[in-house]
């Protein structure tokens, strides 16, 4: 049973994950992920966020305009973040998740800073039937070793220079895929002690991170492209800077 105190905890997490998700259209789980391990383990943290990460991307998903056409475009890239977080669903219970989740978020504050400099690179269509799987099994292996479904996914969406509503409908794609392959490589790496239990309390913190998303979606749509682009990168900026030092210190 969990005290009081870590249940009001887990409630703020959620709400401040979800806010910056309806803002950023991404950072629930990178968020939960970071704030939990402060309370509990990883494992038992990424059990946690699936509920609430599952709704709210499939809610991200289903709401944006080319759903038909996101999927046909990158189901290869869907196919490899399964098959890759499936494989690497076992590193989260490992000794070396600390190292994995460091290394991830400076990989995030690398990628951030070339984007507030407006370095960024761009993937062109004749290149996307080779990168599009090998990202997904990238992405699917550091989802297994972290929780965290970010690096390369977003760079790589974000290369594809998709216009904002339709990044964050992809992004709520790969996060989608995302979130479901986690709890089936969860599931048959027996990291569900007691499924019940954590089933219900992920069903409770769904509540507080939909208010937060729907709070966060509400100030997005009140953005300028190019405000939006900044906030973007500065949420990565943080995201990285918080999931390293959170890490190593």
Partial sequence: MLSAGVLAWIGAVFLAAGFVKGVVGMGLPTVAMGLLAVTMAPAQAAALLLIPSLVTNLWQLLTGPSFGGLCKRLWAMMAGVVLGTIAGAGLLTGTHTGLASAGLGVALVVYAVFGLAKAGFTTSARHEALMSPLVGVATGLVTGATGVFVIPAVPYLQSLRLDRENLIQALGLSFTVSTAALAIGLFRTGAFASPTAQLAGSVA???????????????????????????FFAGLLALGVYLAAEALL
């Fill in 205 to 231: 913190a769904l509540a507080p991170a939909l208010a937060g998303m729907f709070a966060g979606q509400a100030l997005r749509q009140k953005m300028s492209v190019e405000a939006f682009r900044k906030v």
